[in-house]
């Protein structure tokens, strides 16, 4: 049940434990909560069974409670961090939920490309921005983006990470770099034939990604931008385009 005080959270799935896949979680144990629903459609989004409004039907209105029980179900009542994704997580009521499993000693972290912000970003312990580039045709709003700093007062740890594709996805994440000094930055190379919702185990260009790595690598260490860190997806080294893993 749903209530107007802790109103109800669009999820697309709830998964895991597994290990985090990307970014400065890269490998932890991490149980995944999917919200359904995104204010962006990056042309090569890997998440479209949580975005594209032909799945709604696959989602289901959770009241956190519900969301909460799973996941100590999925950890065995054992703390574990909780990744909220999409999606864009910034658009459910997540508050609530945050709150609830930090009373158990949980641990939050949230991806999002900094459309939204809310106040309870500040209760976060992680929060990753990952603002698009121009290969996914969306355009960012930056005051936007400012604003989730703002939201997030300095208190959860925080990251930007960046999809490259190509030259001027790389140039964009220098800008964005720049804009941001204070904050670390994790490229990540982008996924050209990405899961199709309903066929996730479908045919996936390891050896493009692979290559786009290297050019990556090679490209960051020309340039001497030696702040960036560079990481594959584990999780598609070691699955592909395979879902819920
Ligand atoms: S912001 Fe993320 S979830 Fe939304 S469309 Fe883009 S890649 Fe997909």
């Known amino acids: 049940m749903t209530c107007a005080l802790h109103p109800g959270i669009r999820v697309s799935e709830i998964f895991g434990p597994t290990i985090q896949g990307e970014g400065v979680l890269i490998g932890l144990p991490t149980v995944f909560v999917r919200t359904g629903g995104c204010d962006y459609r990056c042309s090569w989004c890997d998440s ?31 703390p574990v961090m909780v990744s909220l994704s999409g999606g864009n997580p910034a658009i459910q009521p997540l508050g609530h939920l ?7 000693g949980y641990r939050f972290a949230l991806e999002t ?28 709003d930056w005051a936007a983006f400012d604003a989730c700093l703002e939201a997030a007062q300095d208190k959860p740890q925080m990251a930007l990470k960046l999809v490259v594709f190509d030259d001027d996805d790389y140039a964009y994440a220098k800008d964005a770099a720049a804009r941001y000094p204070q904050l670390p930055v994790y490229l990540q190379p982008g996924n050209h034939t990405p899961p199709r919702p309903g066929n996730e185990d479908a045919f996936i260009d390891m050896a493009g990604v692979m290559s786009r790595m290297e050019w990556l ?9 030696f702040e960036a860190r560079v990481l594959p997806q584990l999780h598609v080294l070691l699955w592909g385009n395979k879902r819920g893993v």
Do not use: C, N, Y
């Open 48 to 78: 479209l069974h949580a975005v594209d409004r032909r799945f709604r039907h696959d989602w289901e209105m959770m009241s956190p409670d519900a969301v909460w029980q799973k996941v100590i179900a999925l950890s065995g009542g054992q």
């Open 98 to 104: 945050i709150d609830r499993g930090h009373s158990e």
């Open 113 to 140: 490309q900094g459309s939204v912000s809310k106040q309870w970003f500040a209760d976060l312990d992680v929060l990753v921005l990952s603002p698009k580039p121009p290969s996914s045709e969306m355009t960012t």
């Open 217 to 225: 690598v090679e490209k960051v260490t020309r340039d001497r931008w």
